[in-house]
């Protein structure tokens, strides 16, 4: 019978921990139920292993409210109205400011607060 051979240990911040980081496949993750705990699961596990090159399949603001993120500044140029109406129709504007290049669109990711 032979005896099973045991994992080598690697500290994190170690030459082998970065060894094995490396040595990590790309990996695709669906959020799955934005409502869920899937979000919060998919930002653990992305935090726990910040060296691994992983595509994140799902709506980008429930992913950064998971992360605990509540505000982001989408810069969208002046001529796609499309995504401008899209952005201004979500109810998530909070702030606009415009230049030249630009369309500077801060929105609030905080979710709703519920009525008491």
């Known amino acids: 019978m032979h005896e099973p051979v045991a994992a080598r240990a690697c500290e994190r911040n170690s030459e082998c921990y970065a060894g094995r980081l490396a040595d990590l496949p790309r990996l695709g993750i669906s959020l799955g139920d934005p409502t869920g705990i899937g979000p919060e699961v998919v930002v653990r596990a992305l935090a726990a292993r910040p060296g691994c090159e992983v595509a994140v399949f799902g709506d980008q603001g429930v992913l950064a409210r998971a992360a605990g993120i509540r505000q982001i500044r989408a810069d969208v140029l002046p001529e796609n109205q499309p995504m401008l109406r899209l952005l201004r129709s979500s109810g998530l504007v909070e702030a606009t400011a415009h230049d030249e290049d630009a369309v ?7 979710p709703a607060r519920s009525a008491p």
Do not use: D, I, K
């Not at 500077?104 to 905080?110: Q, V």
């Open 104 to 110: 500077h669109l801060t929105l609030n990711l905080a």
